[in-house]
């Protein structure tokens, strides 16, 4: 899942995960494909891995989200506007929760 990811394979991401690949799946520096992906500035697979699930809040060993990572290195303003868009969607989504019942 990695290798794709980084490569940019949004075609064998969906693939792995159709065998049961993780799209979640970490390294030893707790890196997701999500995070490879956004580093390589490959906005197809960031869109694909998004929308098989991963998480937009994962943290590597540095401590950054894919966003943070994204800015951090530079990567293009289309991956980073994306991932913006997918977090913000995902914050308006947080935010509709229904209350908890009552005591």
Same mark, same amino acid.
């Given at each position: 899942?990695?290798?794709?990811?980084?490569?940019?394979?949004?075609?064998?991401?969906?693939?792995?995960?159709? *065998?049961?690949?993780?799209?979640?799946? $970490?390294?030893?520096?707790?890196?997701?494909?999500?995070?490879?992906?956004?580093?390589?500035?490959?906005?197809?697979?960031?869109? $694909?891995? $998004?929308?098989?699930?991963?998480?937009?809040?994962?943290?590597?060993?540095?401590?950054?989200?894919? *966003?943070? *990572?994204?800015?951090?290195?530079?990567?293009? $303003?289309?991956?980073?506007?994306?991932?913006?868009?997918?977090?913000?969607?995902?914050?308006?989504?947080?935010?509709?929760?229904?209350?908890?019942?009552?005591?």
């Amino acid at each position: 899942m990695h290798l794709a990811a980084s490569k940019g394979h949004s075609s064998a991401a969906c693939a792995l995960v159709d *065998l049961g690949g993780d799209v979640n799946s $970490v390294t030893a520096d707790l890196t997701t494909p999500l995070h490879l992906a956004v580093a390589g500035g490959h906005t197809d697979t960031v869109q $694909v891995l $998004v929308t098989l699930g991963a998480d937009l809040k994962a943290k590597n060993a540095n401590g950054e989200t894919p *966003l943070k *990572l994204g800015k951090n290195a530079g990567t293009n $303003v289309e991956v980073l506007s994306l991932l913006k868009a997918f977090m913000d969607a995902l914050e308006s989504d947080e935010d509709e929760s229904p209350p908890e019942p009552s005591k």
